[in-house]
């Protein structure tokens, strides 16, 4: 009994203590602006203001991308950090595209949408708990399947596109945005490598044609913004397909559903390693101590 409370206590010390020190203020003040805004996004689905949805999610898409640079700029990232992101982006990029989905289009399908729509909200879901598990030991230049955000944006940038062109088809839309969501869930928690840009930096030099492509680009977006951001994220989308045909393949990570999955990374140690290593344990009552994975987006 004295050893299984003092365990307890340990546990709890290291738990509680981080949480009485507070959070970091910035980028946690961001990722709460991330979450609002998929929240606001949601809202506005429901109340039929569908392009207001969409900027919803995109002023989401921003700030998902600023906190986790911006905790790794100031060296605050924490596991409150990552956790809380976590949680930002299920409703964010999960729940709200699903709701965007279902009330522009899905709900003309009935029992069917929902399932569809819920199915979405699922795999973006699999998808952030399979990253938290797999960040140590995932590869920086490739996510292994389509991110949450992406996902998210695709659907934001077909409703900015249906606005712009002011299309007046809605059995067309139902047509093509019921297997469109189908294979977004399906990327998600799929193992189709897709390109990260965390390894990109910008003291380095950059050829020109590049810099001529990003200026071209930026000047699309501001003259089309709806149209641009579509095909942006259109290309994004087909980008991992692309990376899968010519040959990439994800390397082999942490197992998700297995006994590793709730604890390191690394190897399973030799087993009398192991055993001497767990008698040490129950004599001393010590805890694990875990490196908390770096916040990322």
Not at 45 to 68: P, R, W, Y
Not at 209 to 214: D, H, S
Not at 242 to 269: C, F, H, I, M
């Amino acid at each position: 009994m004295r050893l299984i409370s003092g365990r307890l206590m340990e546990q709890q010390r290291r738990v509680v203590a981080p949480l009485r020190r507070g959070v970091f203020l910035a980028p946690a003040t961001i990722t709460s602006l991330g979450l609002l805004s998929g929240f606001f996004a949601l809202v506005s689905a429901i109340n039929s203001h569908f392009e207001l949805a969409a900027v919803m999610v995109l002023i989401a898409f921003v700030c998902d991308g600023l906190d986790g640079r911006v905790a790794r700029l100031s060296r605050t990232s924490s596991h409150f950090g990552v956790e809380y992101d976590s949680l930002s982006d299920v409703v964010a990029f999960g729940v709200a595209p699903a709701g965007i989905a279902y009330c522009w289009t899905l709900r003309m399908l009935g029992p069917w949408g929902v399932v569809i729509a819920g199915m979405f909200v699922i795999c973006a879901a699999l998808r952030l708990a399979r990253f938290n598990v797999q960040t140590a030991s995932s590869d920086k230049r490739r996510f292994v399947g389509l991110p949450v955000p992406g996902a998210a944006a695709m659907i934001a940038g077909c409703v900015l596109a249906y606005s712009y062109f002011e299309f007046e088809s809605p059995h067309a839309l139902v047509v093509v945005m019921a297997p469109l969501t189908v294979t977004l869930a399906s990327l998600m928690i799929s193992r189709v490598p897709y390109p990260s840009f965390k390894t990109i930096n910008l003291r380095k030099r950059a050829p020109i044609e590049l810099v001529a492509v990003m200026l071209l680009a930026l000047a699309f977006l501001f003259a089309m913004p709806q149209f641009t951001f579509f095909m942006l994220a259109a290309a994004y989308l087909v980008s991992g397909p692309y990376l899968l045909l010519r040959g990439e393949r994800s390397q082999a990570l942490t197992p998700v559903l297995g006994p590793q999955a709730e604890g390191d990374a690394t190897p399973a140690a030799h087993p009398r390693r192991a055993r001497s290593a767990a008698t040490r344990v129950r004599a001393t009552g010590a805890l694990s101590e875990h490196t908390p994975p770096s916040q990322s987006h």
